[in-house]
Structure formats: C-alpha cells, structure tokens
C-alpha cells in the first residue's frame, strides 16, 4: 500500500522547488526546506520588525510606541532573505506560478498557527493599472485569492486603487517611502460592511505602503475599523537597528 502511495505522489506531487527532492508537496516545498526557512518568530507585534531573539515575543517596537501606525498588527511570516528573495522575484518579475503557490502556502501556515481573529475581507496591495499591464498581473491580488479560498474570506480587488504610478521604492527610507507614496491610494467607496480588514502584499519594508492604504481606508469608512497586514516576508534593517528603539 505504502509503495503504491508513493509512486502516486511522485507522480502527481511537484518536486520541492527549494532542493528538488520528490517528498515535496502540492505547493512546492517539503517538510525540511520549509523548518529552513528565515522564520519571522521574534518581532514587533505592529510592524513585524525582527528582534533580536532575547528579547522574546509580545513586544511592540520603540518606533510603533512612539507613532503608531495606522494599521493596528502585521502578520508576518518569513523575514525578506534567501530563499525566500529569490522566490519573491521570481513570481513578481516572472510570474513563475510554482514560486507563487509557495510563498502564498508559507503565508497561510503562519496565519494558521497564530490563529487571530479572521478578518471580513481580504484586500490585496494594489498596482497602478500602468504597472499590472507590464507585468500582467498583480501578486497580492494572486496570493489574496489563495488564501481567501483556504479561509473562507471574501477578496475584494476593485475596492481601492493606486491612482498614481508611483517611482520604484527601492533604496529609500521610510520619510521618502511616504513622500513617493503620497496621496497614490483611494477607496472607490464608503466602507459599511466591514469592521476588520487584512491587506495582502508579498513585501513590508518600512510599513508605508500598507500605512497609507490603512489611512485611505479608514477615510473612507464612517466607523472604526481593524486593519492587518498579512506579508509573506519582512526585510531586515540594519545590523546595528535589530533591536528595541
């Protein structure tokens, strides 16, 4: 019996796509390269800044103390190192399907094992239509549509745009993330039906993307809301900035 269900699995099973081994799974990875990974355990509970590991979980970063965001908790998986930015680049640069499906899996393990209180509506980082026609389509909007199918919660593409095609973020601050990013988002309507909201996006490098969306949607809704931030993968700062502000 075992020997004929493994000779169906690699048949039908992908190999891992992170070392080739025929014990991968349906989304691409096998037991062992994912315990691997650069697992985000300890970090800002707002921001998902990685921590130093002394300083345990639970915590909340100086900088998030001291000007909180307007998006209330980031729920990140994995921290933004290799393999997980090569992966990164390969869907978003060119559209490898197989990368995707992994990363969205890793995402969805780690939603699954914080078990938070799920939200009404999944809203992905939106493109600017100049950039979705390059790249032909949008990767949040991919990965929001995997995990709403997996949780049961809706997806919601058309309710907020980037109405300005933003120059590339790469290499700036957090000060001149905002500056590029201002007013770029907009909510095509008046938020009624939901009080808890999680924005998906592969990426969080300074959190300034996902604040102004936050701050767009929380104008565009008549009552107080919840708002997440589900990523697959945070950078790290600097060496001499891992640690508590």
Not at 11 to 25: E, T, V
Not at 56 to 70: A, D, F, N, Y
Not at 215 to 225: I, N
Request: aromatic share 6%; charged share 15%; glycine share 4%.
């Amino acid at each position: 019996m075992w020997s004929m269900f493994n000779q169906l699995k690699a048949i039908f099973a992908p190999p891992c796509l992170l070392c080739g081994s025929l014990d991968g799974n349906l989304d691409n990875y096998c037991q062992g390269c994912y315990d691997d990974l650069p697992h985000n355990v300890y970090c800002c509970q707002i921001c998902a800044i990685p921590f130093h590991q002394a300083f345990g979980t639970q915590l909340i970063c100086g900088v998030c103390l001291r000007q909180p965001p307007k998006f209330n908790q980031s729920l990140v998986a994995l921290h933004y190192l290799p393999p997980i930015s090569g992966l990164v680049h390969a869907f978003k640069d060119n559209n490898d399907q197989a990368a995707g499906r992994l990363l969205s899996a890793c995402l969805l393990a780690y939603i699954e094992a914080q078990r938070p209180a799920l939200p009404d509506v999944l809203i992905p980082m939106p493109l600017h239509r100049q950039r979705l026609l390059s790249r032909g389509f949008n990767q949040a909007e991919v990965m929001a549509q995997r995990l709403g199918k997996a949780l049961g919660i809706p997806c919601h593409n058309d309710l907020c745009q980037r109405q300005i095609d933003t120059p590339s973020q790469q290499g700036l601050d957090k000060q001149q993330r905002q500056r590029n990013l201002s007013n770029a988002f907009v909510v095509n309507q008046t938020i009624t039906k939901f009080r808890h909201i999680a924005i998906i996006d592969d990426v969080i490098t300074t959190g300034a993307s996902v604040n102004l969306l936050s701050q767009a949607l929380r104008q565009a809704s008549p009552q107080p809301l919840c708002i997440e931030a589900w990523c697959v993968a945070r950078t790290l700062p600097p060496q001499s900035k891992l640690h508590l502000y």
